[in-house]
């Protein structure tokens, strides 16, 4: 029975599955086709942080245009350019074993795609969530429903996996951000040319 989350709350994804290493995070969301006309294409990305909330080097950031990091800790299983359909519109898997030591946090984000051009924003997307299952037997650990109604922004971080100790914990964080992805790699140091 997965843990259903509200914003910010902590789990211990750890404590509870003794020996757990490897993980799927998935994301999912789906969007109002009536406001714009266009379609949408929004983007998960996985940024790992150390201590001071910031990546080390340009390599931390995986997304669609970097799927794995030199780790092989997060690998991004690739974008999903339409969210049709039932499930996770998109996945990152993480082999918590491979993590740097210096990296103690992954934040999952959610952007949306050109998004001022085509005038959509976080306020047409409902049903958002990120949940995370084990890899090697498909057990559902958490879900998180990110509830609150969005307006004006155009990304999203949903939640971050974070070391604490020995454990691997999750907080359930629902924050929106204008400025999309530009924004975020931003607020974590990622250089954008």
């Known amino acids: 029975m997965p843990v259903s989350l509200s914003k910010g709350q902590k789990v211990s994804l750890t404590k509870g599955n003794p020996g757990l290493q ?3 995070v998935g994301l ?9 006309g266009g379609a949408y294409d929004l983007d998960s990305s996985a940024f790992l942080l150390s201590d ?3 990546v080390t080097k340009s390599e931390d950031f995986v997304f669609y245009g ?6 092989g800790g ?5 974008d999903n350019l339409t969210g049709a359909g039932d499930g996770d519109d998109e996945q990152i898997k993480v082999d918590l074993s491979k993590m740097p030591p210096e990296l103690t946090k992954i934040a999952f984000t959610v952007t949306i795609h050109e998004a001022e051009q085509r005038n959509q924003n976080f306020g047409q997307v409902s049903n958002a969530y990120i949940r995370i ?6 057990e559902e650990l958490l879900r998180y429903d ?3 109604d969005f307006s004006i922004e155009t990304a999203a971080v949903f939640g971050e996996l974070y070391k604490h100790g020995d454990e691997w914990k999750f907080n359930a964080i629902g924050s929106g951000y204008q400025g999309g992805l530009a924004a975020l790699c931003n607020y974590y140091g990622v250089e954008v040319e």
């Open 28 to 36: 999912g969301w789906d969007t109002n086709a009536f406001d714009t």
């Open 133 to 138: 299952y084990n890899e090697d037997n498909g």
């Open 66 to 71: 970097n799927l794995k990091h030199p780790s």
């Open 74 to 78: 997060v690998t991004h299983m690739g």
């Open 22 to 24: 490897r993980v799927v």
């Open 146 to 148: 990110l509830g609150e």
């Open 52 to 54: 001071a909330g910031k």
